[in-house]
């Protein structure tokens, strides 16, 4: 076999090599995006649900609140949970937005970290579930109102209702430091990584190390 016949056959190999891998990463790279893609359509879905919800029960609170206008205690429970839920409806919204960034062109490592911030939105609902702790009487007042037609304020102490809310309220700036604190930028801190741990999903806390690592790595 001469040299330049065996040059052609060396030179139809390396092409057929070359086009084998371009095809292989094709796929890998479908591979890779089509789960996050789907992932994503799934999460998108979740979100829509979401902001129905939270959007039926704003119009809700706020038709309540404007139904009860002679009743200060109705109106007040009513303000506080309707902004609880123009918080979780924000949320949501912001959500939507952030879906609706992630650009599967952009390299790997910044579509998942846009797709775990999505994944870590149970954290906002962990922290709306602690700051409304102060105010749980709230959700008690205009839950046994709708539901049941009692009006429980009006079997309460004075002197009980003047205490509760002078001791929740000074619990509202540690409070509000602690939720601060509870973040994935502060998982090195033990506390914040229990508590992560144990009142959020899998799914959550999978997210926000994830988060914390790509932090880490950045800086």
Known sequence: MEAHELSKIMEAYDNKLDKTLRLNKSSMDHLQ???PQNKTKKILVSRISEVVVFSSLAIFLGWYVA???GQTHLVISGIILHVFT???L????????????????????EIRKKIELVNSHGLLFLKL???????WWSYAIVGLDVFLGFDIY????QD???????????????????LNKLSYKNLHIKW????????????????????????EFEN
């Open 33 to 35: 995006l089509e789960k």
């Open 67 to 69: 139904n009860n206008l």
């Open 86 to 88: 123009l918080i979780a």
């Open 90 to 109: 924000i949320g949501s919204i912001g959500q939507l937005v952030l879906l609706q960034q992630i650009d599967f062109s952009k390299p790997v490592i």
């Open 129 to 135: 579930i602690f700051l409304s702790a102060p105010v």
């Open 154 to 157: 009006i079997h309460l102490e």
């Open 160 to 178: 009980f209702v003047i205490r509760y809310l002078v001791i929740n309220f000074l619990l509202i700036i540690p409070l509000l430091w602690f």
């Open 192 to 215: 914040v990584r229990n508590t992560i741990k144990i009142f959020t999903d899998p799914k959550t806390k999978k997210a926000l190390e994830f988060l914390n690592d790509v932090e």
